[in-house]
């Protein structure tokens, strides 16, 4: 599976983003689906995730409220809705597929694969 990351850009602290997570070559939809942000000298940190219904969704505390996930399988894409955004989510952003079928919500980088090249977000203050 490949993933194609887009949407990013610059905007002010307060606005709202849209980043779509395009899924190519594979089963994407068979499998939970997540978005992690890395910024300059920090870790991969997860954002967001979503089952591969769509029935369940999973959230960072610090983005919950603020982010929507979803997905359409017919169309093997992913959205992640960012509103309010601070200064503080400023980051590339990046989509991966689940490594197993029976995901339940981890948030660690390592139970996803097939990592897209990321999408640069930028909150100006």
């Known amino acids: 599976v490949q993933v194609v990351e887009s949407g990013g850009g610059l905007v002010q602290a307060g606005g709202s983003l849209r980043l779509t997570c395009a899924a190519s070559g594979g089963i994407a939809s068979n499998y939970a689906m997540g978005w992690f942000r890395q910024a300059p000298g920090k870790e991969r940190e997860f954002v967001s995730a979503i089952s591969w219904s769509g029935g369940q969704t999973y959230y960072a505390e610090s983005n919950k409220g603020r982010f929507t996930i979803s997905r359409d399988n017919a169309k093997n894409t992913v959205t992640l809705q960012m509103s309010r955004l601070k200064p503080e989510d400023t980051a590339v952003y990046y989509c991966?597929?689940?490594?197993?079928?029976?995901?339940?919500?981890?948030?660690?980088?390592?139970?996803?694969?097939?990592w897209g090249q990321g999408t640069q977000v930028t909150v100006s203050s």
């Open positions: 991966a597929v689940a490594l197993s079928l029976y995901y339940s919500g981890s948030h660690h980088p390592r139970d996803f694969d097939s």
